[in-house]
Structure formats: C-alpha cells, structure tokens
C-alpha cells in the first residue's frame, strides 16, 4: 500500500478501472475486463435496452430506472468501463452511423430520375 504506484482509488471508483488506466493489469486480466466492459457498453445502445437500475430510493415502493443518456452514463459507471474506452467506443459508434446517415440522407437514384 505504501509504495504503490499509483493513488488509492477514490470512493466509487472501480478498481479494476484504476489499474487498467494506470497500465497495471497483465494481458490476460485486461483482455477479460475489456470484453467485459464492450458488452455492458453494447448492451446500453441496444434499442429495447431497458435502463439502468439506480436502486430504491427511502420511502420508494419501486426500483428507480434511468433511461437515455442519464440511464447509459449511470450504467458506464457502475459497470466501471474506463472514460478512455468510452471514448473510444462512442467515437467508433459515429463513424459507423455517419454513413448510414448520409445515405439516408440522399435521394434516392429512381426518384431524382422521376423528379
């Protein structure tokens, strides 16, 4: 504990999320939690994904669920999926919509001929 390299994680912070950041976990610890980690960020974009779960709040009958962004973010959380993954798996996401979205966009060949 007193020589480690790196600052003992902070309160809700994940562990394993730390040292994946820090670079300190071996090969096969990391290919594992990163599969992990791909498909609760997978399972988040599905369109029936039902949100995240933030528990029963005091004097609460029913579980509260986080939907959206909100639910997406709070479940990234929890999941402890690294902000650099993240960042690599939505900006990933674009490209992949963007020329699905330009296709859609354009007018289609048989009714520009009609037009």
């Known amino acids: 504990m007193y020589e480690r390299p790196i600052p003992f994680p902070r309160d809700g912070e994940n ?7 820090a670079g300190l976990l071996g ?15 997978d399972r988040a974009q599905e369109p ?4 995240h779960c933030a528990g029963i709040k ?17 479940h990234y959380k929890w999941a402890g999926i690294p902000k650099s993954l993240l960042a690599q798996w939505t900006e990933e996401r ?21 037009g």
Request: glycine residues 6%; aromatic residues 10%.
């Open 94 to 114: 674009r490209r992949r919509r963007k020329p699905q979205a330009e296709a859609e966009a354009e007018p289609h060949e048989d009714a520009a001929r009609a």
């Open 48 to 51: 029936n994904w039902p949100g």
């Open 15 to 21: 562990q394993e999320t730390v040292l994946y950041e």
């Open 27 to 41: 090969w096969e610890e990391r290919e594992h939690l990163v599969v992990e980690w791909r498909r609760h960020f």
């Open 58 to 74: 005091p004097g609460a009958m029913y579980a509260t669920w986080l939907t959206g962004a909100a639910g997406r973010r709070a």
